[in-house]
Every structure is written in structure tokens, then in C-alpha cells.
């Protein structure tokens, strides 16, 4: 997905177009404008990236970093030590780099206004249960959150995990943040002393009143596991347009009765490719109820499992659908349930439809 970026230089009107939603590699973009060229520099690890400024590198270490004036930049032997301290003194459009650490946390992590983007170590499949080597956002006490993110224009996390212990409602909490980009992000989802799991805390927890926009977000290749990815019911003057959600996978509680995905509110041009999911009642629920006019929902749903009964894999409500199926691996499998306010094109055998669906036109 791209979004043009228009610069306006005397006499001349160029427009340059820039990919959002990915950690970009260092390039740049010459547009001739001229006697000069005009020069749009692409720092590494941009996500959405800004005309206005330049993305700067801060290091977070949190077994030899130090908390201070002058610390951060530069280098890894200039770390900070903890993100609460990284948070408040980085600037607006700063990446924080993150060591393999385990970070105690006992108060949310708020920063107003600051686009800035965490990024940690990669991670392998394997480790997402052991967090052997990897950076780890822990709670000590009982804070609501981990992170509250508010008024910013983008943002972002990647290859990060969270121990959603003690944490008393959802990790990170998000009101009125454009372009917000989650890439491999994973929640451990047990108590790591009792081995109990942990549910009913999502990952993700949008939040808006008239006259914010929480349009932009992206979620590529997250796993919040056995407790809810994300829970977005906004009213529904709170755009949230263009959500792109990339194969959010694994869902493994068999005793879940919440949706893994949950949106309500003006959802516009949701796109959703791929999943893995396991048993949820529904595993996706996209309710556009109350929005005037037509919604666009396109998705390309992969497999789901453990589904039984009446479950539903997906529900929609009052959505205008673009729907390719996957399948799913058990006779109840993958039962894509909309209501009578659903249109649009359904490409699921009938066995697979519930409600007012129906294959082709709809």
C-alpha cells in the first residue's frame, strides 16, 4: 500500500510516493526538480516514512545500559537502560534498538505525540514459548499496560515479545495514532512462576473519542496466543481506515469464548490475508453496524482449527465483502457466519457460510 507525498516547491509540484506500513532499507528517492534535484532520504528502519524528519537510532540495553543525560545515541555502549526512561527522553521520530533483555516494567510506558518505533532481536519460532536471548517487556506490580500511545501520527514495534503477567487489562493501549505498525510482535501467555494461562488481556486495545483517526494500522505476522490480538470497538465518527492485518496466527486455547480479532466501529477498507487460527467463538469478528453507507472488507482467510458445533471461524456485520477462503481442518471448519446487512462477493462453498451468506454474489 502506498501513500503519496505531495511536495510543493515554487513553480513545480512534485509527487512522491513512498510504501507505508514496512521497515524501509536505506535508499533515496532523486525527483528531478530542476536546476537541483530534489533528494527524499529513506533511513533504515522507517515505517511510514516522514517527510518532515529524519528517523535517528537509540539503543536500549537493559543488562549494561545506564539511564542519564547524554546517554542513548551513538552507539551500544551508550545504551539506556530502561525503555520507561528511553520513552520520555528520545525525540519525536526515533527508533529505539532493544538488546536481548528482560525489562520490568511497573508503570505504562506513556509518550504523547512521539512517533517512535521499538525494535528488538530477531526471534525464531521456537523461542516464542522460552524467550531464551530475546527482549522481553515484563510487568512487575499490576499495571494496566505496558505501553500507552496516544496523539501520534505513526509509530511502531518489531520482533518484540511481552509477558502479559501481571498486566491487569491489555498491553499496549492506543488512542488516536495513525500508521501504527506491529511486525512479529508475540505475548507470552502464561505466568511464568505457575505456568497458568493467561487470558482476556489483548494485545492491542484501541480506544477513541469524536474527532480523533485511528486509521493506518498495521498488524504483520503477531501472535498474542491463548488471550485476545486485538479489541477496537470505537465509535463510529472515529475513522479507522485501511487496516491491513498480514497472518495473525495462533490462537490455542480451546476454552476461549472471545474473538481473537475484534473490531466495531468505521473500518473502511479492512484487509485481512491469512491466519492461522485455533478455537474462538468467532475467532474474527468485524461488526460496522451503525456506519452510514457501504464498508469495504476485503479477506483471505487461511485455516482454522478445533472448531466445532456452531462456532464461526469469521463474523461480519453490515460489511461489503470480499471474501477468499482457505478452509479449515475439521468438519465444523471454518464457518464464515454475516448478517442481513452484508453484501458484496463470498467465493466459500455453501457447506462453509451461516447466516445471510452465500457463494458468489451475495
Known sequence: MGRGVVID?????????????????????????GPADLHVDAPAGAVDLPVEGTIVDYYLNGVSGVDGPGRGSGSWGNAFKTPAYAAAHVPDLSRILVAPATYTINSPITYSGKRLWWEGPPQTADQIQSYFGNAVFKASGSPARYFDISHAAAGGFKELCFSNRPVTTDIIRVRDVQNLVANQIHVQPTDPTT???????????????????????????????????????????????????????????????EAYLDVAGDFDQLYWEG????????????????????????????????????????????????????GGTNQHNGIIWGDSGCTGWVGVPSSRLAGSLVPGAN
Open 9 to 33: 516547491i515554487p513553480q513545480r509540484r512534485i509527487e512522491v510516493t513512498l510504501r507505508r506500513g514496512l521497515l524501509l532499507p536505506t535508499a533515496a528517492v532523486s525527483v528531478d526538480a
Open 275 to 326: 491466519s492461522y487460527l485455533e478455537m474462538t467463538n468467532p475467532a474474527v469478528k468485524i461488526d460496522m453496524r451503525g456506519v452510514a453507507g457501504s464498508r469495504r472488507v476485503t479477506a483471505y482467510p487461511a485455516g482454522f482449527e478445533r472448531l466445532t458445533g456452531s462456532y464461526h471461524a469469521a463474523e461480519f456485520y453490515n460489511c461489503q465483502l470480499t471474501i477468499g477462503w482457505g
Open 195 to 257: 505456568n497458568s494461562l493467561v487470558q482476556h488481556k489483548p494485545m492491542f486495545r484501541f480506544e477513541g473519542s469524536s474527532g480523533e483517526d485511528c486509521s493506518g494500522f498495521e498488524l504483520i505476522d503477531c501472535d498474542a496466543h491463548s488471550s485476545a490480538l486485538i479489541y477496537a470497538h470505537l465509535p463510529v465518527d472515529v475513522p479507522a481506515h485501511g487496516w491491513r492485518w498480514i497472518s495473525p496466527y495462533d490462537q490455542s486455547d480451546t476454552g476461549q469464548n
